[in-house]
């Protein structure tokens, strides 16, 4: 077989591997360093800077893809929390979920691509200072699209379900509002900024709950 067949067919044997054997464990990407390693709700994390952490797992398909996450942590008054999806390894970029609190009301301001919706979550009761949400990011359409439960449920999907109660949030509602042309997220990292101490548990990244 002279030189040049031989180039030919190790070029045809590369063009073979596809895009997807290329993403989070086969290189490495769900890895975190181990200096400075700690366990926070669960889960391996690394300090990212003073208060910001990078939590272990990475977005599927290089962040093309939809993923669930859930949030228990506990947000007494003058307490703040950050969560960040589909971000860098260095929180930045992505989609940010600030959680504050008025009196026992819970307040959400959404960030993503430079559009932001900020919400007082009516849908949501906060008892003994814990918030419980189980967290949609659908990243594999055209504009992402947003939905939020209680993890106790219930957990529709529908249009108007921000109103209705059968979700705490669905962008979808907001669209023409807030998310129009708001567009895909550009990480497949995650992490949060703030005491960890008021982490409960997390998970994540899982299989989307919706496939609206």
């Given at each position: 077989?002279n030189?040049?067949l031989?180039i030919?067919?190790l070029?045809l044997?590369?063009?073979f591997i596809?895009?997807?054997q290329?993403?989070g464990?086969?290189?490495?990407?769900?890895?975190?360093?181990?200096?400075?390693?700690?366990?926070?709700?669960g889960?391996e994390?690394?300090?990212?800077?003073?208060d910001?952490?990078?939590?272990?797992?990475?977005?599927?398909n290089?962040?093309?893809f939809s993923?669930n996450f859930k949030v228990?942590?506990?947000?007494p008054?003058e307490?703040?929390?950050?969560?960040?999806?589909?971000?860098?390894?260095?929180?930045?970029?992505g989609?940010?979920?600030t959680?504050?609190?008025?009196?026992n009301?819970?307040?959400?301001?959404?960030?993503?691509?430079?559009?932001s919706h900020k919400k007082?979550?009516?849908?949501?009761?906060l008892e003994?200072?814990?918030?419980?949400?189980s967290i949609?990011?659908?990243?594999?359409?055209?504009?992402?699209?947003?939905l939020i439960?209680?993890a106790?449920g219930?957990?529709g999907d529908?249009e108007?379900?921000?109103?209705e109660?059968g979700?705490?949030y669905n962008?979808e509602?907001?669209?023409?509002d807030?998310w129009?042309?708001?567009g895909?997220?550009n990480?497949?990292?995650?992490?949060?900024k703030?005491?960890k101490?008021?982490i409960l548990?997390l998970e994540g990244?899982l299989?989307a709950?919706?496939?609206?």
């Amino acid at each position: 077989m002279n030189n040049m067949l031989k180039i030919m067919m190790l070029f045809l044997s590369l063009s073979f591997i596809s895009c997807g054997q290329l993403m989070g464990d086969k290189t490495g990407a769900n890895d975190l360093p181990e200096i400075g390693l700690k366990t926070i709700g669960g889960l391996e994390a690394t300090d990212v800077e003073a208060d910001s952490y990078l939590l272990k797992g990475t977005a599927s398909n290089g962040g093309y893809f939809s993923h669930n996450f859930k949030v228990k942590f506990k947000l007494p008054k003058e307490e703040e929390l950050t969560f960040f999806f589909y971000t860098s390894s260095k929180l930045q970029g992505g989609s940010k979920f600030t959680f504050s609190r008025v009196e026992n009301e819970l307040v959400l301001e959404m960030e993503a691509n430079g559009k932001s919706h900020k919400k007082t979550l009516e849908n949501f009761s906060l008892e003994d200072d814990t918030v419980n949400l189980s967290i949609d990011l659908h990243n594999d359409h055209t504009d992402v699209h947003l939905l939020i439960w209680n993890a106790e449920g219930p957990f529709g999907d529908q249009e108007e379900c921000s109103f209705e109660g059968g979700c705490i949030y669905n962008s979808e509602d907001f669209a023409f509002d807030y998310w129009l042309g708001v567009g895909r997220l550009n990480g497949v990292y995650w992490g949060f900024k703030g005491d960890k101490s008021l982490i409960l548990s997390l998970e994540g990244p899982l299989e989307a709950l919706s496939d609206a």
